[in-house]
């Protein structure tokens, strides 16, 4: 006898029979789903209880309305200037192989 879902004792499944009316056959395809599942819940064993996060809200405001003359999406340092600037290449690269692809597309062929 294994441990249910609320923790006590619980019966054995019912076998499932071999030979199966054609009108059973939904309800045993059914039953078959559901083992499988239980199966595999019980293959995974208890989850852990979910981690205690800190809050970090009062903080951030505290940060992000401090008047330091700094842009609100450069506020938090050096990763965040990183991811800037990444973000300003990536365009101006994006912008330049647009401008290079109308430019040659805009000429005609050479046969």
Not at 69 to 95: N, P, Q
Request: with cysteine; glycine share 8%; aromatic share 6%.
């Amino acid at each position: 006898m294994g441990l249910g879902v609320t923790g006590g004792l619980s019966r054995p499944p019912r076998p499932v029979p071999f030979v199966v009316a054609e009108d059973d056959q939904a309800e045993l395809s059914t039953r078959v789903l559901w083992a499988a599942c239980l199966g595999l819940l019980q293959l995974l064993g208890p989850t852990p209880p979910p981690l205690h996060l800190h809050n970090h809200i009062r903080e951030h405001q505290k940060l992000f309305q401090e008047d330091n003359g700094l842009l609100v999406h450069l506020k938090r340092g050096a990763m965040d200037s990183a991811l800037y600037h990444f973000s300003t290449l990536i365009c101006s690269v994006g912008t330049c192989y647009l401008l290079w692809s109308l430019a040659q597309t805009s000429r005609p062929k050479k046969n």
